[in-house]
């Protein structure tokens, strides 16, 4: 069974894609470290994408994305402002800084290409690098598929050897319920004991904590930030204006004093409702702008988790504190690595329900079990989210994701919301419907599921809605 550890459902990387963008990147850091011990004798390497990665790769930036991975950046610590510079250096110059460490020559436009018609059979985001020596001999190839989630696999590779033993191995939401039955625990303390099997408790804490300082800071950079973004489709940043509609009646200078603003206040139904829509637009509008996110579990699903967990700190009646954001994190993150392990989080393979569905069912389930729910609740909130998210397709108009999936977050979160208040009230007991069969059911719909409608920009939206949109 595949081990999976809520830091791998909740990275930080870069926008605007976890399976275009932080998936290639990390695969060309992968390709780069297998050359470290004959890295100086590349004369030349080669990017090619597939699929989906080819179809709709410029408008999620992958070409920059394997541009910075083969440069040595890493998406987690790499300033901003050299996520398009770098790449804007080496269409300049026709010169890369291989892994940081070896300058070859490199143009983009016969180095890098994308494969429109063509599919690897392993997954629908492949990708193939090759490095080449001076006499033009091929020194490796190497195919990389990006599997959603920011995860990457090499082909070839067997996950069952790279796992490790957990105490608690969880496939099913029932499997978890039993262990939780068994321990006389909640969620987020079988989780924790899990994840002590990679981590001590208090790297835990301060690794979540830390994830939670970046959704609240792409947050609070998302409520102050105004412009159009780029790409071509002309997308007016809409989160600033409604943040300034909404008026706080207090003073910040930064993102914590504006948190702690927001706790203070109390307002009314309709505003609170307005709010979660501007939390969540504001990280995925950073998202599109090659802003510093956490993939929750995607790029594309970014604000849901975030705009809940925002909801649970501000208007909740509960006094949250460090240690509810960690188990908050915690129960989101083995919720969605149930359905990576019994579906996809791939939009390419399932479409948006397993980007923005996932992410309100993990959402759900975190925030009945912060308000005091049951395990059963929580899951059983989990499977409502998700329940009113099947079938929901993947069409980014001119392979930008930001119509409809900015938008999409925050009605992901409005039904996360509204999927742990129906829990929180209801009896699991008499529930129809499992999570287990709604994690099956949503596979089954993704194998059925038009390829055109799994983000290739090739049907729904992409197609009926005219536009130009310039190569980015």
């Given at each position: ?366 925030l009945t079990e912060g308000l005091g729910g049951s395990v059963e609740q929580a899951l059983m909130a989990a499977e409502i989210a998700m329940e009113h998210h099947l079938g929901l397709t993947c069409d980014p108009i001119g392979g930008l994701v930001q119509v409809p999936c900015i938008e999409r977050n925050s009605m992901g979160a409005i039904k996360a919301i509204t999927a742990a208040n129906i829990a929180l009230e209801g009896d699991p007991a008499k529930a129809r419907v499992h999570l287990d069969e709604v994690v099956k059911t949503m596979w089954e719909t993704a194998q059925d599921m038009n390829h055109k409608y799994k983000e290739t920009s090739q049907g729904g939206l992409a197609v009926n809605i005219s536009i130009k949109v310039p190569e980015c």
């Amino acid at each position: 069974m595949e081990a999976i550890s809520v830091f791998d459902m909740l990275k930080i990387g870069v926008g605007p894609s976890s399976s275009h963008t932080l998936g290639p990147w990390r695969a060309a850091e992968r390709f780069c470290h297998s050359l470290s011990h004959h890295l100086h004798a590349v004369a030349r390497v080669e990017a090619h994408l597939y699929g989906s990665l080819a179809l709709t790769g410029k408008g999620h930036g992958t070409d920059i994305a394997v541009l910075l991975g083969l440069s040595g950046q890493d998406p987690e610590t790499i300033p901003i402002p050299d996520v398009l510079a770098i790449p804007e250096q080496v269409s300049a110059s026709h010169l890369l800084h291989l892994s940081g460490a070896h300058t070859i020559a490199f143009q983009p436009d016969r180095h890098l290409a994308f494969h429109y018609s063509e599919r690897l059979p392993g997954h629908a985001n492949g990708l193939i690098f090759k490095a080449f020596d001076e006499e033009g001999q091929l020194l490796t190839a190497q195919t990389y598929y990006s599997v959603g989630g920011g995860f990457v696999v090499r082909e070839g590779e067997s996950l069952d050897e790279l796992q490790q033993a957990l105490p608690c191995p969880i496939g099913t939401a029932r499997e978890l319920s039993a262990y939780c039955e068994a321990r006389a625990a909640g969620i987020w303390e079988v989780v924790m004991e899990n994840e002590q099997s990679w981590r001590t408790e208090a790297e835990i804490k301060s690794g979540l904590l830390r994830i939670w300082g970046v959704m609240k800071n792409s947050m609070y950079r998302g409520c102050h930030t105004e412009g159009t973004l780029p790409g071509g489709l002309g997308v007016s940043r809409r989160a600033a204006a409604l943040h300034q509609k909404l008026v706080l009646p207090c003073e910040y200078s930064n993102a914590d004093e504006w948190l702690r603003c927001l706790v203070r206040c109390d307002f009314q139904f309709s505003k609170i409702l307005k709010w979660i829509g501007c939390f969540a637009m504001a990280v995925n509008e950073e998202n599109a702008s090659f802003g510093r996110i956490v993939t929750a579990p995607t790029n594309g699903a970014a604000g849901v988790i975030p705009a809940v967990l925002m909801y649970y700190i501000c208007f909740s009646e509960k006094d949250v504190t460090d240690e509810d954001i960690v188990r908050f994190l915690l129960v989101a993150g083995e919720i969605g690595s149930i359905f990576k392990k019994g579906a996809t989080i791939s939009a390419a393979m399932g479409g948006c329900q397993a980007e923005i569905g996932v992410s309100s069912a993990m959402a759900a389930a975190a925030l009945t079990e912060g308000l005091g729910g049951s395990v059963e609740q929580a899951l059983m909130a989990a499977e409502i989210a998700m329940e009113h998210h099947l079938g929901l397709t993947c069409d980014p108009i001119g392979g930008l994701v930001q119509v409809p999936c900015i938008e999409r977050n925050s009605m992901g979160a409005i039904k996360a919301i509204t999927a742990a208040n129906i829990a929180l009230e209801g009896d699991p007991a008499k529930a129809r419907v499992h999570l287990d069969e709604v994690v099956k059911t949503m596979w089954e719909t993704a194998q059925d599921m038009n390829h055109k409608y799994k983000e290739t920009s090739q049907g729904g939206l992409a197609v009926n809605i005219s536009i130009k949109v310039p190569e980015c």
